[in-house]
């Protein structure tokens, strides 16, 4: 039997490989290293792992460069004051504001309170009764509203009951009308039917009411335009007003 050469037996290698028939020369090649081959995942073989290339994305081209932290931080602190400035301006111009206001405030009520007028004092009220001297009760009327006219500290009221001043009528004598008096606004006055008759009924109680009502002494030595001159002029003077400065005189009484 004749040998195959070399040549020959290479050509069946190949036709037998072209047939596809797996001999043992293929099934050997079937195998992959065991380093090659991928875990399993429910069974099935995975696909070798790849390793990812090691490569860094490249940055955005339009980013802008941030700042360092210590940086910002700085800023942040910075734009804090200034919008605290800024919150605090106001505040202040508010204040300011309304302490100008107050102040305003003040300064009209201190000018309305110092043009404001002040009020007048009421007058004292001394109270008369004229029952005890029924013939003369219109002069005595009278000779009140003189007075009360003349003065701006006191005013005498009629009253028939409990009084300052009493007013009595009769014959006294030598004595004629007369007047007690223990203060200013407080006694008793007489007129005498005598005197009236020689002489003005209403100078006569005027006077005699301005003792009493104004603390005034007699001055028979006055004029007849002095009231408390009295019977001094004479019976021809009628005058019932007291003058300025007798009724100054009995206005500091009160």
């Not at 007058?123 to 005890?132: D, F, H, L, R, T």
Request: proline letters at 9%; a neutral charge; hydrophobic letters at 35%.
């Amino acid at each position: 039997m004749q040998l195959r050469s070399k040549q020959a037996l290479i050509t069946a290698a190949g036709l037998v490989a072209a047939s596809g028939l797996a001999g043992p020369v293929a099934h050997a090649s079937s195998h992959a290293p065991a380093s090659a081959q991928g875990t399993t995942t429910a069974g099935a073989p995975s696909a070798p792992a790849k390793q990812a290339p090691n490569r860094q994305a490249p940055a955005p081209a339009q980013a802008p460069a941030q700042q360092p932290a210590a940086a910002q931080a700085g800023q942040a602190q910075n734009a804090q004051p200034q919008a605290g400035q800024a919150k605090a301006a106001p505040a202040q111009n508010g204040a300011a504001e309304g302490n100008a206001a107050q102040n305003g405030a003040g300064e009209n009520s201190q000018a309305q309170y110092a043009q404001a007028p002040k009020a007048a004092a009421q007058p004292k009220i001394v109270y008369y009764n004229s029952q005890s001297a029924p013939s003369y009760t219109g002069v005595i009327d009278q000779a009140a509203g003189i007075w009360n006219g003349s003065l701006k500290n006191v005013r005498m009221v009629k009253t028939n009951g409990p009084a300052d001043v009493y007013y009595k009528e009769g014959d006294f004598g030598a004595n004629g009308s007369s007047t007690t008096w223990t203060a200013p606004g407080q006694g008793t006055v007489a007129i005498d039917y005598s005197q009236t008759a020689q002489n003005s009924p209403l100078r006569v109680v005027t006077h005699e009411t301005g003792h009493v009502i104004g603390d005034l002494a007699d001055n028979y030595s006055g004029p007849c335009s002095d009231l408390m001159s009295g019977g001094g002029p004479g019976p021809s003077c009628t005058n019932a007003t007291p003058s300025p400065a007798e009724a100054s005189l009995a206005d500091s009484r009160y």
